[in-house]
């Protein structure tokens, strides 16, 4: 299979198609900041080095018309050094609480069923998008969305608990990998509707208008999400309400099996902010940092009351579009699978959005080698016990059934029809 103008722009080491641009590749940026602090440039420095690098990274790729004067890079330097540290965690989270349940799935011992659609290779959309967010945001999620759940503070126990279907899952075992919710931590959940992602934000975005308050709402979506209606409702009631939203759209090169440019008519989805006269940025999804400087751009925007902003993110999945036909235990990846070549899975293998900010943050001295893998360790021991959580815990009680689908007391005619 050719390889793709998108994936030319996030891998930045597959083979150059006449279609790539060279200022889209990120790994060279990289390596001047790694060089950089090896010449022993001061921290701030460094800092500003690095954020004028990774911006330029995200400017680069920024839909020119929009990017003019619109630059973020500013803010890469006044990271706090906790968000940088709490950004990685929740991508180790992220990469082997999702590895976890690939392993129990393939081990065969648990009687797992049901769906899961792994979202490992997009860690940096969701830690970067959402770094830039305070806990009381709101963010609404798709089918592949325990990313973002991570992301945003998800508990890890009661997570396996809901895809071991127990009755300490989220949803007390009667959810699945599809429906996690926390409404504590502004999860506004999950969704196995392809596009009402979008929709549902936006509604909370107007919640936030009613209310007054300084929240902004987020949705993520594929890029399959922007192919209905509920998409362009949501973009464009927020672009006349100037709502407090952002639309994240993960463009990771496939709906299902069908690679994305058969079935969109632009190359860049962000170009879809046009007709509307809001920003719409195209970033590359695997730079954590550019996800942070566009969503932070993006953030102050709507809580300044400016409006909502489209993003699309250039990514790619590892695995295979649900469940995990040509994945191995210990194995990163799917191989083999018909509608996608395995040289391209391991061009954005080689892009890894893990080992790379991992190597930035050893570069800026925010880690060292030895406390990188302490949080590793750490995590996978997190991860662990979760499962065994899951394991331990009891099967949901049949009575709760229909708990949680109507609604308690009755609604007058009067106030639905008012
Ligand atoms: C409204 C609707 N139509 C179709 C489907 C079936 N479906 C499930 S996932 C999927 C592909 C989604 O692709 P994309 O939005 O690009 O997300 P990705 O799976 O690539 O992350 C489809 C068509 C659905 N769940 N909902």
Same mark, same amino acid.
């Given at each position: 299979?050719?390889?793709?103008?998108?994936?030319?722009? %996030?891998?930045?080491?597959?083979?150059?198609?006449?279609?790539?641009?060279?200022?889209?590749?990120?790994?060279?940026?990289?390596?001047?900041?790694?060089?950089?602090?090896?010449?022993?440039?001061?921290?701030?420095? *460094?800092?500003?080095?690095?954020?004028?690098?990774?911006?330029?990274?995200?400017?680069?790729?920024?839909?020119?018309?929009?990017?003019?004067?619109?630059?973020?890079?500013?803010?890469?330097?006044?990271?706090?050094?906790?968000?940088?540290?709490?950004?990685?965690?929740?991508?180790?989270?992220?990469?082997?609480?999702?590895?976890?349940?690939?392993?129990? *799935?393939?081990?065969?011992?648990?009687?797992?069923?049901?769906?899961?659609?792994?979202?490992?290779?997009?860690?940096?959309? %969701?830690?970067?998008?959402?770094?830039?967010?305070?806990?009381?945001?709101?963010?609404?999620?798709?089918?592949?969305?325990?990313?973002?759940?991570?992301?945003?503070?998800?508990?890890?126990?009661?997570?396996?608990?809901?895809?071991? *279907?127990?009755?300490?899952?989220?949803?007390?075992?009667?959810?699945?990998?599809?429906?996690?919710?926390?409404?504590?931590?502004?999860?506004?959940?999950?969704?196995?509707?392809?596009?009402?992602?979008?929709?549902?934000?936006?509604?909370?975005?107007?919640?936030?208008?009613?209310?007054?308050?300084?929240?902004?709402?987020?949705?993520?979506?594929?890029?399959?999400?922007?192919?209905?209606?509920?998409?362009?409702?949501?973009?464009?009631?927020?672009?006349?309400?100037?709502?407090?939203?952002?639309?994240?759209?993960?463009?990771?090169?496939?709906?299902?099996?069908?690679?994305?440019?058969?079935?969109?008519?632009?190359?860049?989805?962000?170009?879809?902010?046009?007709?509307?006269?809001?920003?719409?940025?195209?970033?590359?999804?695997?730079?954590?940092?550019?996800?942070?400087?566009?969503?932070?751009?993006?953030?102050?925007?709507?809580?300044?009351?400016?409006?909502?902003?489209?993003?699309?993110?250039?990514?790619?999945?590892?695995?295979?579009?649900?469940?995990?036909?040509?994945?191995?235990?210990?194995?990163?990846?799917? *191989?083999?699978?018909?509608?996608?070549?395995?040289?391209?899975?391991?061009?954005?293998?080689?892009?890894?959005?893990?080992?790379?900010?991992?190597?930035?943050?050893?570069?800026?001295?925010?880690?060292?080698?030895?406390?990188?893998?302490?949080?590793?360790?750490?995590?996978?021991?997190?991860?662990?016990?979760?499962?065994?959580?899951?394991?331990?815990?009891?099967?949901?009680?049949?009575?709760?059934?229909?708990?949680?689908?109507?609604?308690?007391?009755?609604?007058?005619?009067?106030?639905?029809?008012?």
């Amino acid at each position: 299979m050719p390889v793709t103008d998108n994936q030319c722009a %996030a891998s930045g080491k597959v083979e150059k198609s006449s279609a790539c641009s060279s200022e889209q590749s990120a790994p060279e940026g990289h390596n001047s900041i790694v060089d950089a602090v090896r010449q022993g440039v001061h921290r701030r420095s *460094f800092m500003k080095a690095l954020g004028g690098v990774a911006g330029g990274v995200a400017l680069a790729n920024a839909n020119r018309a929009h990017a003019s004067g619109n630059s973020w890079a500013h803010v890469l330097d006044d990271i706090p050094e906790a968000t940088l540290l709490d950004m990685y965690d929740k991508m180790l989270k992220i990469r082997w609480w999702e590895e976890g349940i690939k392993d129990v *799935f393939l081990g065969g011992k648990d009687d797992m069923y049901g769906v899961i659609h792994l979202y490992i290779g997009e860690e940096a959309v %969701a830690c970067g998008a959402i770094g830039a967010l305070n806990d009381d945001d709101f963010v609404t999620s798709h089918h592949r969305g325990h990313g973002h759940l991570i992301a945003k503070g998800g508990d890890l126990n009661k997570m396996s608990a809901e895809i071991f *279907f127990r009755e300490t899952g989220y949803n007390h075992g009667y959810g699945g990998s599809m429906h996690i919710t926390d409404m504590s931590k502004g999860i506004l959940g999950m969704n196995g509707i392809v596009g009402v992602s979008h929709l549902l934000a936006a509604g909370a975005a107007h919640g936030i208008k009613v209310r007054g308050t300084q929240q902004v709402s987020v949705s993520f979506g594929g890029d399959g999400s922007v192919n209905n209606g509920w998409f362009y409702a949501a973009l464009r009631n927020s672009a006349l309400y100037k709502l407090p939203f952002i639309s994240i759209v993960e463009n990771n090169g496939y709906q299902t099996s069908i690679p994305a440019i058969e079935t969109n008519p632009v190359r860049d989805l962000s170009k879809i902010a046009h007709g509307l006269d809001i920003p719409g940025y195209t970033v590359d999804g695997q730079d954590t940092l550019a996800m942070y400087g566009v969503m932070k751009h993006a953030v102050d925007r709507a809580r300044n009351g400016e409006g909502p902003t489209l993003i699309e993110a250039k990514t790619y999945r590892f695995y295979d579009h649900a469940g995990l036909s040509g994945a191995k235990s210990g194995v990163l990846g799917a *191989f083999g699978l018909p509608y996608r070549s395995d040289k391209d899975l391991m061009a954005w293998i080689a892009n890894d959005p893990l080992p790379k900010f991992r190597n930035t943050l050893v570069a800026i001295g925010a880690l060292t080698q030895k406390q990188a893998d302490e949080m590793e360790a750490d995590v996978k021991k997190q991860v662990a016990e979760s499962i065994e959580f899951a394991r331990n815990s009891p099967k949901p009680q049949q009575d709760r059934g229909l708990s949680n689908v109507y609604a308690q007391g009755s609604v007058s005619p009067s106030q639905m029809y008012a």
